[in-house]
């Protein structure tokens, strides 16, 4: 493989193990030479594993919510490292009513390879023919190698690589290993800072990777490139960003517009009731408040100095950060926990309901005025919403929603999580 080229690793469905082996191919990678990775589409916590699987930041790259030359500038890196991009769902999802955002845009838009990665569980001779199917789908985007994945014996790995062609060659297959299995929760994966274990697991999982996966033989492509762009701006001169493992989803490439274009960033953590720092905004992201709501609720340090400085900052809050701002947030269990109270909020989980989508957002003044691309994605029940909306807001095709969010003087927040700003109105 040469530096400054790469690769994308998708699948034909969720649930197939990509994750694990993008996160063992980074890992095995980094033993060699330097390697970043990317995510596609709306992830929060995927992006952690894989700048802990080696050692280099790992950015979003959405389709649907990112021009292609705002997805080749983030991909471009330093020019002389490897991309390994982890692809989400399978291959050619997208949002509808299209499919725009796929992981196959991704590689589209950077012309770069895919590896199908294709669990070979209760399969024999028919992962050939998925793999041709997908091969054959999209002539602009190349399927140029399988990874098979949870093969029971060496007799199965034989029979699931008997039927492929030469021109879509197995690449490795992995045993079936119930140890390198992630351990989830209700939205998703246990986040990074939260094991232990993790630089052994990874460790772990490189070496099944190194074992069976010809990592001389993966193909690769020059990333295709494009001129850097003005970062796009907030008009703060200092920006308070908790973080946290209660507050852990900021897109990275939203701080490093704010960095770019002259703001200096201050995080602190709820959890540990720091007080926010002295700033212009505060960005409370989302993360898992709902597991910490207990503690947050008796932070009385965070939460007076969050009162406080809402009299001579902007606040903005994302989902979780949404709900620490409300009256009340209820947990799983149906205990009531205060919190902020800076906007006529209450929230729930113990009756949970997915909410979940890309988002079209508008906002005609205040700190968060101007036209954006969104992701929702909570099981949190609203119980009260009383205020101003933050929002108005379509899905991915262009149906009206109701208003989104609320706003309270200084103070702003919705279930959306913004992913980029867009420089024109939206329809």
């Keep these: 493989m040469t530096p400054g080229h790469g690769l994308l690793i998708a699948a034909p469905a969720s649930g197939t193990g990509k994750t694990t082996v993008t996160l063992g191919l980074l890992r095995a990678l980094s033993r060699r030479r330097t390697v970043r990775g ?3 589409g709306p992830d929060y916590i995927d992006p952690r594993f894989h700048e802990a699987a080696c050692g280099q930041p790992c950015v979003n790259l959405d389709a649907w919510a990112m021009q292609p030359d705002r997805i080749r500038q983030l991909a471009q890196g330093h020019g002389d490292d490897f991309l390994v991009v982890e692809g989400a769902m399978g291959l050619f999802d997208g949002a509808m009513p299209d499919g725009k955002g796929s992981a196959a845009d991704v590689a589209e838009i950077l012309g770069i390879p895919v590896i199908l990665v294709i669990d070979g569980s209760g399969m024999g001779q028919s992962a050939a023919a998925i793999a041709e199917g997908f ?71 490189a070496d099944v990777v190194e074992a069976h996966v010809d990592l ?47 703001s200096t960033i201050h995080t602190f953590s709820p959890l540990k009731n720091e007080a926010v720092p002295a700033c212009d905004f505060v960005f409370l992201p989302g993360g898992y408040p709902e597991l ?33 701002l409300g009256e009340t947030l209820t947990d799983a269990e149906g205990t009531v926990h205060k919190m902020a109270g800076l906007l006529a909020l209450k929230t729930s989980f ?55 969010g609320l706003r309270q003087g200084r103070v702003c927040g919705s279930f959306a999580h913004v992913i980029d700003r867009l420089d024109t109105p939206l329809n």
Aim: proline residues 8%; neutral net charge; aromatic residues 8%.
């Design 135 to 205: 091969a054959r789908h999209r002539p602009s985007v190349t399927v140029a190698g399988v990874i098979l994945n949870k093969v029971a014996s060496p007799r199965h790995e034989a029979m699931l690589r008997r039927h492929f062609p030469s021109e879509l060659p197995v690449l490795g297959a992995l045993p079936r290993r119930a140890d390198l299995a992630h351990p989830s929760r209700h939205l998703g994966l246990v986040q990074a800072s939260e094991r232990p274990d993790l630089d052994q697991w990874l460790d772990d999982v």
């Design 292 to 324: 910490h709501a207990e503690r947050l609720a008796s932070n009385s340090i965070f939460m007076s100095s969050l009162r406080n400085v809402s009299q001579t900052a902007d606040i903005y809050g994302e989902c979780g950060g949404y709900m620490m």
């Design 38 to 40: 990317a995510k596609s």
């Design 350 to 404: 113990a009756e949970r309901k997915l909410h979940l989508g890309y988002r079209n957002l508008n906002a005609g003044d205040g700190p968060m005025a101007g036209h954006f691309k969104g992701h929702e994605f909570h099981y949190a029940t609203t119980l009260k919403a009383q205020g101003a909306p933050l929002f108005n807001a379509t899905d991915a095709e262009g149906t009206p929603l109701p208003p989104m």
């Design 216 to 262: 001389d033989a993966l193909p690769s492509n020059a990333v295709n490139r494009t001129k850097l762009h003005p970062a796009r701006a907030l008009p703060y001169a200092r920006i308070a960003v908790a973080q946290d493992e209660a507050f852990a989803f900021a897109y990275p490439h939203m701080l490093e517009d704010w960095k770019a274009a002259g």
